[in-house]
Nanobody, 117 residues
């Protein structure tokens, strides 16, 4: 199973980026795709998640600015990030988790987002 995250880069404050997470090697259902981020010296935190049924959840710091979506046919999830702030600078990781049997929890490699003023 591989989760490939892409789309990171460097932008200025107020700019936008779109991250893509593509899952391969597994056909999944009743699972949650999500984005998490980790800034230097800080713990990894939730950014946004989306369930197979389309229910979304966001971290408080990104509500109203970030939007998560998924394309089930392409086994992909997207994170549209608008009005970026310096504090959004971090490595962003995608995650595929299924809490019911058969359970699994996969992480992709990070993609770096740098927001400068």
């Amino acid at each position: 199973v591989q989760l490939q995250a892409s789309g990171g880069g460097s932008v200025q404050v107020g700019g936008s980026l779109r991250l893509t997470c593509t899952v391969s090697g597994i056909r999944f259902s009743a699972a949650t795709l999500g984005w998490y981020r980790q800034a230097p010296g800080k713990q990894r935190e939730l950014v946004a998640t989306i369930t197979s049924g389309g229910t979304t959840n966001y971290g408080d710091s990104v509500k109203g600015r970030f939007t998560i979506s998924a394309h089930n046919g392409k086994n992909s999830a997207y994170l549209e990030m608008n009005n970026l702030k310096v504090e959004d600078t971090a490595d962003y990781y995608c995650r595929l988790r299924r809490a019911v049997t058969p359970q699994y929890d996969y992480w992709g490699q990070g993609t770096q987002v740098t927001v400068s003023s």
